[in-house]
């Protein structure tokens, strides 16, 4: 089955190679060494160093705090709200049982016996065990309103999840898509991505052995629209608040859990049809038997 599609809010653009050449290298990193410097001396001196002089994350920092940033940020054109709600019409769906699995551990005993684990065994999950997770990490707790299992800034949900299946029971492997209002999955591609997504993931293993991997993105524009200059820190705080959901959640039932961080974005945005821009790969996490 081909890549699903879905809409798109920016044509993707072309991406540069991401390994730099020695002669780039050598070239370049006089300039970073001098950009590092005067960044450096930038913060000490208690002003912001512009993007591109050091360390991106810190300037986005300073620049996002609240203050006159924000009071100018009124006078620039941030976009229309979007949807909630992604889907792909016309792709085939799984519905997803409904309920809890199991009666499961208290939420302090889980806090307690969380922890990451990295070897999997070759047992594979229930399905009921994958819609649990589901529904605690991100699913619908208040159909009225409707709100989430995980706190959202304003409550725009700026988060989609992605289940890259090894071995679920009646699921056949391959990539599928949480469609959380109707709690289904959208079937994106089939087919094994194990050695893909360890490929992705810089070489670990654990993509390989778990039973499923999540793919946490963002759609950022969601979040943009109201929060401006602010919102990719909102939405990478509502990433946490879901992987620490997919932890407890694990952890109750029984299963193994991890998170990584450190992936090539590209690899995994291709994989899911991204275009890295407007929705991009934020954090991975893997879950199966131990």
Avoid at 227 to 245: K, Q
């Amino acid at each position: 089955m081909g890549a699903a599609k879905a809409e798109r809010v920016a044509p993707r653009a072309r991406r540069p190679d991401p390994f730099m050449t020695r002669r780039a290298f050598l070239v370049s990193a006089p300039s970073a060494l001098a950009g590092f410097v005067a960044g450096r001396w930038a913060l000490r001196e208690g002003v912001p160093p512009l993007a591109g002089e050091v360390d991106v994350a810190q300037a986005y920092h300073q620049w996002s705090k609240p203050g006159y940033l924000g009071l100018l940020g009124t006078a620039l054109n941030w976009g229309q709200p979007l949807s909630p709600y992604k889907t792909y019409p016309g792709q085939p769906r799984v519905p997803l049982p409904k309920g809890p699995a199991t009666g499961g551990l208290s939420v302090e005993e889980a806090i307690l016996r969380r922890r990451s684990q990295r070897d999997f065994t070759d047992k594979p999950l229930s399905l009921s065990n994958l819609s649990h997770l589901l529904q605690m990490a991100a699913g619908i707790t208040e159909p009225s309103y409707p709100l989430r299992a995980a706190p959202s800034a304003g409550a725009l949900y700026p988060i989609e999840i992605y289940v890259v299946v090894s071995r679920v029971e009646g699921l056949p492997p391959g990539i599928y898509h949480f469609e959380v209002w109707k709690h289904t999955l959208e079937v994106l591609r089939e087919g094994d991505f194990r050695l893909p997504m360890v490929a992705a993931a810089v070489g670990q293993d654990m993509p390989g052995e778990a039973a499923v991997t999540f793919v946490l993105s963002g759609i950022f524009q969601r979040t943009r629209w109201k929060y401006r200059e602010r919102a990719y820190r909102y939405v990478l705080l509502e990433a946490g608040h879901i992987g620490e959901n997919l932890y407890l959640a694990s952890t109750s039932l029984g299963l193994g859990c991890v998170a990584i961080g450190a992936f090539f974005d590209d690899q995994v945005n291709d994989l899911l049809d991204l275009d890295g821009a407007a929705e991009a790969a934020l954090y991975l996490l893997c879950v199966g038997h131990v």
